[in-house]
């Protein structure tokens, strides 16, 4: 029974997710949502497991935030930041008190921690499309991305293009990068560490 209602639900995400691809073709970059093979190595590499805040742009149908919210301890918080109010309202049902979902942009990221009194992130995930938007808009929600992430935190993107990489170095270097083949379509997923000062 469990393993059919989880099957639906994919099914669904599946279809809200191609249709919004359809419509909002730059805000969503790819025509299907993430693999369970890829939302589990975005979760090993941001090393979850003992956090108390994270943060994660672009959650989609929450494929992934259903994968972080499975691996964060039992008194930590994710914040869900999703510009699409269809997107929204699926990551609205996953029943975990430990999630708040808001809707809104990664630019206005500092905004959204202030208001609901939530401390410096020790991981932001994110997986918006960097290759569909701006120099500038992207270097801003970037810089936005350093100045917030706490000390030693971890910023994972997983991305199709490169482009990430070259907007991310003059505020966090050069990113370690890998390459999820077991997904449609392959994404690099790159990490970064904000070095303590």
């Not at 949502?33 to 890829?38: E, H, K, Q, Y």
């Amino acid at each position: 029974m469990q393993k059919a209602l989880r099957l639906q639900q994919e099914m669904t995400d599946r279809v809200v997710f191609m249709r919004q691809f359809l419509k909002h073709p730059h805000q969503v970059a790819s025509i299907i949502p993430s693999s369970r093979f890829l939302e589990r190595r975005i979760v090993e590499l941001a090393e979850v497991g003992s956090v108390h805040t994270v943060v994660e742009l672009g959650a989609g149908t929450g494929g992934t935030t259903r994968a972080i919210l499975g691996a964060i301890p039992p008194g930590a918080t994710l914040l869900s930041i999703e510009i699409n109010p269809q997107f929204c309202e699926l990551l609205g049902r996953i029943p975990d008190a430990r999630l708040i979902v808001q809707r809104g942009s990664a630019r206005e990221l500092r905004e959204s921690l202030s208001r609901r009194s939530l401390p410096a992130p020790e991981v932001v995930i994110s997986g918006i499309p960097f290759s569909t938007m701006g120099r500038i808009a992207g270097s801003r929600i970037l810089k936005a991305i350093s100045s917030v992430l706490a000390p030693g935190g971890r910023f994972v993107a997983y991305q199709v293009s490169t482009r990430v990489a070259d907007l991310a170095r003059p505020f966090l270097g050069p990113a370690r990068v890998e390459v999820a083949l077991l997904n449609v379509p392959p994404m690099r997923v790159y990490r970064w560490e904000k070095h303590t000062a």
